[in-house]
């Protein structure tokens, strides 16, 4: 599935028109996710459907979604931009970003550097890079030119192989380890406690996907995590904000934040 996405993505990518540049001063992802505003970071998916569970929620405002995660205290947001798979959109993003006060990951197939020029002009603070798709030389590539424009990346791995090898080239300085199996898309929480023990103390660590419960919660964050990645149980809650309080268990943000 991973790599018909990416060919469908190579062949976008030889028609991307660049949008007009919004003008927007960027929020650091890194910073909301070190001083979350809970006991374990928060970013929060705006998600209408993926290849593997179809559409997730029908009726989607992408604008109230957002402003409502913001209300229910997320520390970040994280909207997808890929059309085909995932109905997601770019001006979903560019709105978001202008209408919420929260660092926005880009979340998409990022594999060529036209990608960071079009992701700084749609206002994204952040975007995702997925280890697999390219090699670690150009992913380390990627990673540097993104930075050099003030993006920030969250560094994506599946297996504990991945991450090694990536770490013998250079240490992103945001992890994500994607409890999704690509392959059989089926999610295991296991693959944080597994993958965690290797990410470096001095890299912020994201568990991503199939976060669905409090339990899963303190499941992710007594493997080290420092924040979660979570699309679907929150997309299917009654209100973004309900879903926010329930996967919390109801732990308040702090009053100073
Ligand atoms: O909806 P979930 O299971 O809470 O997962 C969110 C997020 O981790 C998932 O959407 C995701 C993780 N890595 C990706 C790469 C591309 C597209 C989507 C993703």
């Given at each position: 599935m991973l790599k018909q996405i990416i060919e469908t993505k190579r062949k976008e990518l030889k028609e991307l028109v660049q949008p007009d540049e919004i003008n927007v001063s960027r929020k650091s992802l890194y910073k909301a996710l070190a001083t979350p505003k809970r006991s374990i970071g928060l970013i929060s998916e705006v998600k209408?459907?993926?290849?593997?569970?179809?559409?997730?929620?029908?009726?989607?405002h992408p604008e109230l979604i957002a402003k409502g995660y913001e209300e229910g205290g997320a520390d970040a947001l994280s909207v997808l931009?890929?059309?085909?798979?995932?109905?997601?959109?770019r001006d979903y993003l560019s709105a978001i970003k202008q209408l919420v006060d929260l660092p926005i990951l880009r979340k998409d197939f990022i594999i060529h550097p036209i990608q960071i020029e079009e992701s700084v002009r749609m206002g994204a603070d952040a975007i995702l890079l997925i280890a697999g798709v390219m090699p670690n030389k150009d992913l380390k590539r990627l990673y540097e030119e993104a930075t050099a424009t003030g993006l920030e990346c969250l560094v994506e791995v599946h297996e504990k192989e991945e991450l090694e090898s990536l770490l013998e080239l250079f240490t992103p300085a945001i992890i994500g380890v994607n409890?999704?199996?690509?392959?059989?898309?089926t999610t295991d929480l296991t693959q944080t406690e597994l993958i965690g023990e290797?990410?470096?103390?001095e890299s912020l660590f994201v568990s991503e996907s199939g976060i669905h419960t409090y339990e899963d919660l303190q499941k992710v964050r007594n493997a080290g995590a420092n924040a979660v990645l979570v699309g679907e149980s929150l997309m299917r809650a009654d209100t973004p904000q309900k879903g926010i309080q329930t996967l919390f268990g109801g732990e308040p943000v702090e009053a100073t934040s």
């Open positions: 209408k459907a993926s290849p593997s569970k179809g559409i997730i929620r029908e009726d989607f931009t890929d059309q085909v798979y995932f109905q997601g959109h409890n999704r199996n690509l392959k059989t898309f290797q990410v470096p103390k």
